[in-house]
């Protein structure tokens, strides 16, 4: 037997092969349930939502951008949109800067000044994985 131990949130904390030991761990709002072999706290949360809590795969962050190369010039813009109410965009390069989500369905367009790549990663709300995007900024 495999159980998962998980907070109000549902995020797996740790996992116990042993229910006399799963329950010694569920204190401070923490609970127990029932899981398959091959469960992943990286990968997987608790559903709550239900009368049973469920392991079930994290489901990805939305947000999509216009595209993957925008020119260095300061007025080309690369728009990130779909984006649920609080998700958290992080670009790292040779500028780094950072945003959050403001409403759902929401977009934000960003214009480059220096070229290179950056790797920006959109984080949204617990249980959401985070999306990786390479954006190449170039002279032209």
Not at 88 to 94: A, E, H, N, R, Y
């Amino acid at each position: 037997m495999l159980y998962a131990i998980y907070d109000k949130d549902g995020r797996i904390i740790q996992f116990a092969h042993r229910k006399k030991f799963a329950e010694m761990q569920c204190r401070n709002g923490r609970r127990k349930v029932q899981c398959s072999e091959g469960a992943s706290s990286e990968t997987q949360y608790i559903d709550t939502s239900g009368t049973t809590p469920t392991p079930k795969p994290r489901p990805d962050t939305t947000c999509t951008t216009s595209g993957n190369t925008v020119a260095a010039d300061g007025t080309s813009t690369i728009e990130f949109s779909g984006m649920d109410d609080g998700t958290v965009v992080k670009i790292k390069g040779p500028v780094t800067a950072s945003f959050t989500a403001d409403g759902d369905n929401a977009s934000k367009s960003i214009a480059f000044t220096s070229p290179g790549k950056y790797r920006v990663i959109a984080q949204g709300i617990f249980p959401a994985l985070p999306k990786e995007f390479v954006i190449d900024v170039t002279n032209e």
